[in-house]
């Protein structure tokens, strides 16, 4: 199995600051069609998980810009620009180009 | 817009049964993928099972065997069969559009417990 490996596990940030979280990947996630299939979601507390980000670096609708991704191969990482008060929760990277589909462990983002 | 309403969560005993369903509205769902996702208290995510449209499934090792993913594209409807419960199955299950998790819905509560 792909064993996805985020880090930081906590990161406290200041409000307006960057934030950068690392996804690191126990395998190339470069599928065989030439895309790559890692994906970004958000999980405030008591809520439901939401992508924001898929095959990389690809927004989904309603996203704000601040958040932009990037990487290929096994490294992969989730920015954001300047950080708001609304980007509080765990943010999990999620591979699906092997089966089984695996998930890093989180990275929980809080303000200082 | 997407909808996607679990039910069927409960206490149940190791060893039982337990059935969830999916209802899902606002996309084209004979056409879509699904797939549960599954979150234990307090930890992270974990992929359970995949149903493609062709009706092909994948399933993550440690529910195999004990685990059944399938559709009713008549009602939009997607079901989880679970049997052979575990202390360790007990998760917020939740169903989610596609293999990708394009959308999720709320979750269901399953506890497993003597």
């Known amino acids: 199995d792909v064993v996805m490996t985020q880090s930081p596990v906590s990161l406290p940030v200041t409000l307006g600051q960057p934030a950068s979280i690392s996804c690191r990947s126990s395998?190339?996630?470069?599928?065989?069609?030439?895309?790559?299939?890692l994906h970004w979601f958000h999980q405030r507390p008591g809520q439901s998980p939401r992508r924001l980000i898929y095959?990389?670096?690809d927004r989904d609708s309603g996203v704000p810009d601040r958040f932009s991704g990037s990487g290929s191969g096994t490294n992969f990482t989730l920015k954001i620009s300047r950080v708001e008060a609304e980007d509080v929760g765990v943010y999990y990277c999620?591979?699906?180009?092997?089966?089984?589909?695996?998930f890093g462990g989180g990275t929980k983002v809080e303000i200082k | 817009e997407v909808q996607l309403v679990e039910s069927g969560g409960d206490l149940v005993q190791p060893g039982g049964s337990l059935s969830l369903s999916c209802a899902a509205s606002?996309?084209?769902?004979?056409?879509?993928?699904m797939s549960w996702v599954r979150q234990a208290p307090g930890k992270g995510l974990e992929w359970v099972l995949s149903?493609?449209?062709?009706?092909?499934?994948y399933c993550v090792d440690s529910v195999k065997g004990r685990f059944t993913i399938s559709r009713d594209n008549s009602r939009n409807t997607l079901y989880l069969q679970m049997s052979r419960l575990r202390v360790e199955d007990t998760a917020v299950y939740y169903c989610?559009?596609?293999?990708?998790?394009?959308?999720w819905g709320q979750g269901a509560l399953v506890t497993v417990s003597s």
């Open positions: 149903i493609f449209p062709s009706g092909r499934t």
């Open positions: 095959k990389v670096s």
């Open positions: 989610a559009k596609g293999h990708w998790g394009d959308s």
């Open positions: 606002g996309f084209t769902f004979s056409s879509s993928a």
């Open positions: 395998q190339g996630l470069l599928h065989t069609d030439g895309s790559t299939y």
């Open positions: 999620m591979q699906v180009t092997h089966w089984p589909l695996t």
